[in-house]
């Protein structure tokens, strides 16, 4: 069960397993420049508040990939427009990133714009709740996916 998890309420000691955030940021310090880690769940899985802690602490800057969401543009009109993601961006602006750097990439199906050196998965998949503008972009993306990267970590929020 996904939990929504609001930016106030995070404590990364409700973290299942026990530790995982420091692991994840153990094995970051460990990836060289010009790495990603990227963190993907199911809305409200708390992939936004664990990625601003993240990035914190490893002084890495972070793409929101929901700022690329075209349903919440103000010029987005339903009756014009098809509701979705626009990927090309959300991969232009990963891939500028990463040339100057590394990274936290997050959000639904981050793994499929941006190939991951490390990832964190939160919550169970597929998760519960979906949203119509979801469907199409999620399509076939799959979290195993990504197994054999450098690290993979599944966490669950308690």
């Known amino acids: 069960m996904n939990t929504f998890v609001r930016p106030e309420e995070f404590d990364p000691d409700r973290f299942l397993p026990p530790g995982i955030l420091e692991n994840v940021i ?21 992939k936004t508040p664990t990625s601003k802690w993240l990035a914190q602490r490893l002084c890495w800057p972070v793409i929101h990939l929901d700022e690329y ?27 500028c990133r990463l040339k100057v750097g590394s990274v936290v990439v997050e959000g639904v199906c981050a793994g499929r714009i941006c190939k991951p050196s490390v990832m964190l998965h939160l919550g169970r998949w597929p998760g519960t709740r979906l949203i119509k503008s979801l469907t199409a972009f999620i399509a076939d993306y799959s979290p195993e996916l990504h197994e054999g990267v450098q690290s993979t970590f599944w966490a669950n929020f308690e």
């Open 26 to 46: 153990s094995e970051c310090r460990r990836a060289p420049n010009g790495s990603s880690l990227v963190i993907d769940g199911w809305p409200g899985s708390g």
């Open 69 to 95: 969401n075209l349903n919440q543009r103000p010029e987005f009109d339903p009756k014009q427009h098809s509701p979705g993601f626009d990927e090309e961006a959300m991969m232009d602006a990963v891939a």
